[in-house]
């Protein structure tokens, strides 16, 4: 069959989430080696440590710390670490990391990394672990690059409202769908999408690096961005549909794709083919896996390209006329429908390389949706319609939520997000760099 044009593009992409494993075979393993840091600062391998795989079996670490499990075919599984066969002096570093889900291809050989420390760092607060410098650091490291990822997502949210007002519940769906189109030109290539590129070597006809594969993910972001705006929004404002009628269509969309999704992809998580198992590094007390670090240095470096395209340019300029009057920014001569059109592609294409970001852990066919709500805090927080608002936003609402959990349990932390969003509303109603409006 032969379709051509983007939008076809796209929709093949999601189709495509479906296809079958990579390759064909049988001797499928998850293994690994245990090791810690002593007081000399050497790593040694920790011997006799209990690992299990529910249904396959069990391994105990040897002397080198190595240990390794055969499983029967394909799938997700969850390894589960023996936290009480460690030895004394040696804990898991993070208490609730002592089970990893990890996908296997067929014929593939999967490393379970599990982070071990000397003494009981990762005991839960309630237990004793009290509030430190080095704790206070790690949780700030933790919360300014959940920040820097959720900027990357409300940004677009933001700016789609600024320019037309529209309060867009699907923006979560583009986010997951960066994720998922990733995941899959990770590990197919083009050849998912134009199959008779298949005889061809990668990454015509294999899976790609994960880093042009995102490339890939964060433009096809961009064309559904485009296509949603141009084939569905864009008749709507034409025809004068009320922005309340535009939101519960949103709401619409969002769990159409949302189980769109779930029915090409599948309810379990799966991990990238690349960086997929990496050891944190130390940079003094703080401790943070290489991929994290690079991630938090191109979303710096693509909200501070963004922040000088909104200023320095032609384009962004309009953008920002547009989001401040859009009658008089059709008046002075700016083809308000091109612009926006714009915003929708750049918007969704942020989204996209967020959920990117976000899939470095494990790509999930609901996550958008698991944190649409902290985008909207981060949105409503900084000031709707402000691209940096929605920035600083951000950014308090990733420190909030992860230093909060020096004072309470871990899985009431998302609900710090709305009380520290109400708080400053109640303060400044606009938002941090929202301004007041007369209404009425």
């Known amino acids: 069959m032969r379709v051509a044009g983007p939008v076809a593009i796209v929709l093949l992409s999601v189709i ?31 011997e006799g440590v209990l690992v299990t ?39 898991l570093r993070d208490s609730e990391r002592g089970a990893l889900d990890m996908l296997v291809e067929a014929g593939q050989s999967k490393t379970a990394l599990f982070a071990l420390t000397t003494g009981d760092v990762g005991a839960p607060a309630d237990e004793g672990e009290g509030i430190t410098g080095r704790r206070v650091a790690q949780l700030t490291v933790e919360g300014l690059k959940q920040g820097l990822y959720l900027a990357m997502a409300a940004i677009g949210l933001s700016l789609i409202f600024g320019t037309t007002g529209l309060v867009n519940f699907a923006h979560a769906e583009l986010v997951t769908w960066g994720g998922l189109t990733t995941f899959f030109f990770n590990y197919y290539g083009l050849a998912g999408v134009l199959g008779f590129l298949a005889p061809l070597p990668g990454p015509f006809g294999d899976g790609v690096n994960l880093i042009f594969a995102a490339v890939f993910g964060m433009i096809s972001g961009g064309l559904l961005g ?23 269509i949103t709401i619409g969309l969002s769990i159409l794709m949302r189980y769109f999704f779930l029915y090409n992809f599948g309810g379990n998580p799966r991990f990238f083919q690349d960086f997929a198992s990496q050891r944190a590094m130390s940079i003094g007390p703080v401790e ?35 989001a ?13 429908e091109r612009i926006i059109g714009m915003v929708w592609t ?58 909060s959990t020096l004072f309470i349990d871990a899985e009431l932390k998302n609900m710090v997000a709305l009380l520290v969003l ?18 009425g």
């Open 16 to 46: 495509g989430l479906a296809s079958p494993s990579l390759g064909q075979g049988d001797g499928q393993t998850i293994g690994g080696q245990l090791r810690v840091e002593d007081d000399t600062g050497e790593r040694v391998p920790v």
């Open 53 to 91: 795989i529910d249904g396959q079996g069990e391994a105990v670490s040897d002397a080198e710390g190595r240990w390794s499990i055969a499983v029967s075919e394909p799938g997700t599984y969850t390894v589960v670490l023996d936290a009480t066969t460690l030895p004394d002096a040696v804990s």
């Open 226 to 248: 485009y296509a949603l705006d141009r084939f569905l929004f864009r008749g709507m404002r034409r025809d004068g549909v009320s922005l309340i009628a535009q939101m519960v």
């Open 288 to 322: 943070i896996t290489p991929k994290d670090l690079a991630a938090m240095a191109v979303s710096i470096a693509i909200l501070l390209l963004v922040g000088a395209l909104l200023q320095l340019t032609r384009i962004g300029k309009a953008m920002r006329a547009v």
């Open 324 to 336: 401040d009057n859009r009658d008089l920014a059709e008046s002075s001569g700016i083809d308000v």
């Open 346 to 403: 750049a918007g969704a294409a942020l989204a996209a390389l967020g959920g990117v970001f976000f899939g470095l852990d494990q790509v999930r066919w609901d996550f958008g949706f698991r944190i649409l709500l902290l985008i909207f805090a981060a949105v409503v927080l900084g000031g709707l319609g402000t691209a940096y608002g929605a920035l600083v936003g951000a950014i308090v609402v990733g420190l909030a939520i992860n230093l």
């Open 422 to 439: 109400v708080t400053i509303l109640l303060v400044r109603p606009q938002g941090i760099l929202g301004r007041p409006e007369r209404v």
